[in-house]
């Protein structure tokens, strides 16, 4: 068992981490919750996380490899410092979704899956996010914005380029 | 922040709290929060389940299944700890009432899963959010936690000699997740791919032992039945469709929003005076009634009352109801090509039928969009999507399935007008306006 000496996470991410896996009747229903909580805090799924959690609940880590392909938001390569996800499924698609996509596409530079050479942002047309009443909507890692036009697009962006983003963990 | 709306023909029932500052326990308690949990306490099991099988309510996340129904199924004796897990991993496209529930009444969602547990005689709930609901996350984490601080969940819950625990969980970007039975495999911390039925999870369930799954919404209802009685709750709605339920809808409409109708009520009131109509004074296309899963209606079928069996007879489903509204702009392959696309990416690969038939669906269909198709690729697509029904382990295949079918049937002349080097007409007069612009 990694201890707090060994850990590559926080203090406060094992300790998170140690109780986590209290909370379930089988220790590996926390898997999930600790590879996002791991990803929101090392940038990705590195190796090393993967050991770490793999050990921390008595796993292989070709377990841990294994459920970690399964799930769209885990990632084994580090996306920008904020992840755009453009919404395209059909309600934010039938209010310009798609306009929306393309409109970060020419001010970031960058397309699907890549990251700015500044590391800043990364882009990502992703599936429904459950904002089809407010669309067409986004998320900025996890904080949604909605209602959104070219200009408003842009406006998010320059917030998050000054530090001004919301930032929900 | 999600914008709230309302209109008078809204019986506001789940919905009562939105807006009101709920997520405060303290304000909760003040809006009747915890009183239903205390009466379901004294009353005991065999009473909430009576209630409920009395209030007609069924599933809000899709199927529609009787709930009280549901509930009666899991067997009293058990070896094994039984459980009450509460889907919140809403991803069906076009759905977005869970994350207004989360966000305004997430002590609604706790009270409804002690209830089923004290209904069930589990000591232990679940409650799953899709892992993109970060922010919902932490705001039913804190409810939970103020719970603790109250007393209400733990050890002897209301000096009842009842123990209950609550606890939350986040996926990490899964729609197949949302199915029930891979639910519990992501909850079980594995690949959410689904397992076979029967045994049903009202007898073996998470970790082997009996389970009660049900979406959020229905969770969130559960209360308010207590509260008003089930047969009051079953007047709202429509025979065997008790009550209200939310309704997104999105998409053309001048108003889009969550509102909650009661069940039966016309889906053609809901889009032209509930929703305030078609933006842009355009005309009505089509509408996918229930979520992209739901096959399409036709401007001229939607003269018809929202609940399953109306619904249901009129060639289609009420779904999660997601009303996803398309004016006469929408070129319709397009349209279907972007809802295959989704379940091409979403289909977890577990069965073959549903793999392999999303992928030639979305190949089929996009090289249709593209002018690349000749008149029998229609039929193919209609023949494959057909032989994909009823095929799978879970619904996936069907929900990829049901729909193409359906925009094939109701919409050839549009496949017809791609084909043979043509392309898409939509595309070319957009191509055309831009080029006179």
């Not at chain 1, 896996?21 to 090393?48: F, H, N, W």
Request: charged share 25%; glycine share 12%.
């Amino acid at each position: 068992m990694a201890t707090e000496k060994n850990t590559i996470f926080s203090p406060e991410l094992a300790a998170r981490f140690d109780k986590l896996v209290t909370l379930y009747p089988v220790r590996r229903s926390a898997l999930v919750p600790m590879l996002l909580y791991a990803q929101d805090e090392v940038g990705y799924i590195s190796k090393a996380v993967i050991a770490e959690v793999a050990e921390r609940l008595g796993l292989r880590e070709n377990d841990v490899e294994s459920v970690l392909s399964y799930y769209s938001m885990l990632r084994t390569k580090p996306a920008g410092k904020y992840n755009v996800q453009v919404c395209t499924n059909i309600s934010c698609m039938l209010r310009d979704g798609y306009g929306i996509l393309e409109h970060c596409k020419k001010r970031l530079g960058i397309g699907h899956k890549e990251v700015t050479p500044d590391g800043l942002f990364s882009l990502e047309e992703v599936e429904c996010i459950g904002a089809c009443c407010w669309a067409p909507a986004i998320q900025v890692n996890y904080d949604f914005y909605d209602e959104l036009t070219p200009e408003k697009m842009d406006q998010v962006l320059d917030d998050y380029r000054a530090g001004r983003g919301k930032g929900t963990v | 922040m999600p914008r709230l709306v309302s209109h008078p023909d809204e019986v506001r029932i789940t919905s009562r709290r939105f807006g009101l500052g709920a997520t405060d326990i303290e304000k909760y308690i003040a809006l009747d929060g915890y009183r239903a949990v205390r009466t379901a306490i004294e009353k005991g099991p065999e009473w909430i389940i009576s209630e409920m099988k009395a209030s007609g309510l069924r599933g809000r996340g899709g199927a529609g299944f009787p709930t009280g129904l549901k509930w009666s199924f899991v067997p009293k004796q058990s070896e094994k700890p039984k459980y009450v897990l509460v889907n919140g991993d809403e991803s069906e496209p076009g759905t977005c009432k869970d994350h207004l529930i989360f966000l305004y009444d997430p002590h609604a969602v706790i009270e409804g899963t002690m209830i089923a547990g004290l209904a069930i005689g589990s000591k232990l709930g679940f409650i799953y959010l899709r892992g993109e609901y970060r922010y919902l996350l932490k705001i039913m984490e804190k409810a939970v936690a103020d719970a603790y601080a109250k007393g209400f969940l733990g050890k002897n819950i209301f000096g009842s000699g009842i123990d209950f625990d609550v606890v939350t969980q986040t996926g990490a970007g899964a729609y197949e997740v949302g199915e029930e039975s891979a639910l519990m495999e992501s909850l079980e911390g594995k690949r959410g791919v689904p397992r076979i039925k029967p045994p049903f999870p009202a007898v073996v369930g998470l970790y082997g032992g009996p389970t009660v799954i049900n979406n959020a919404e229905t969770i969130a209802s559960v209360p308010h039945i207590m509260l008003m009685g089930g047969e009051a709750y079953a007047k709202i709605g429509t025979e065997r469709n008790g009550g209200a339920r939310l309704f997104g809808i999105s998409g053309h409409v001048e108003k889009p929003g969550v509102y909650e109708l009661p069940m039966g009520y016309n889906l053609k009131k809901a889009i032209y005076e509930v929703a305030g109509g078609i933006r842009g004074g355009k005309k009505l296309k089509a509408v996918v009634p229930g979520g992209s899963s739901t096959p399409v209606m036709t401007a001229d079928e939607i003269d018809v009352g929202l609940d399953f069996d109306q619904m249901g007879k009129a060639g289609t489903m009420l779904g999660s109801g997601g009303i996803v509204v398309l004016d006469e702009t929408v070129c319709i392959v397009e349209f279907a090509l972007r809802t295959i696309q989704f379940y091409q990416h979403e289909s977890c690969g577990w069965c073959i039928p549903c793999r392999e038939g999303t992928d030639w669906l979305t190949k089929s269909i996009g090289r249709l969009h593209a002018g690349g198709a000749v008149d029998k690729d229609i039929d193919n697509i209609r023949y494959l999507a057909e032989n994909m029904l009823g095929r799978t382990f879970c619904p996936l295949g069907d929900a990829a399935a049901m729909p193409t079918i359906g925009f094939v049937q109701k919409f050839r002349k549009e496949f017809e007008d791609h084909l043979n080097g043509k392309g898409c007409p939509y595309k070319h007069a957009r191509e055309e306006e831009a080029a006179l612009a």
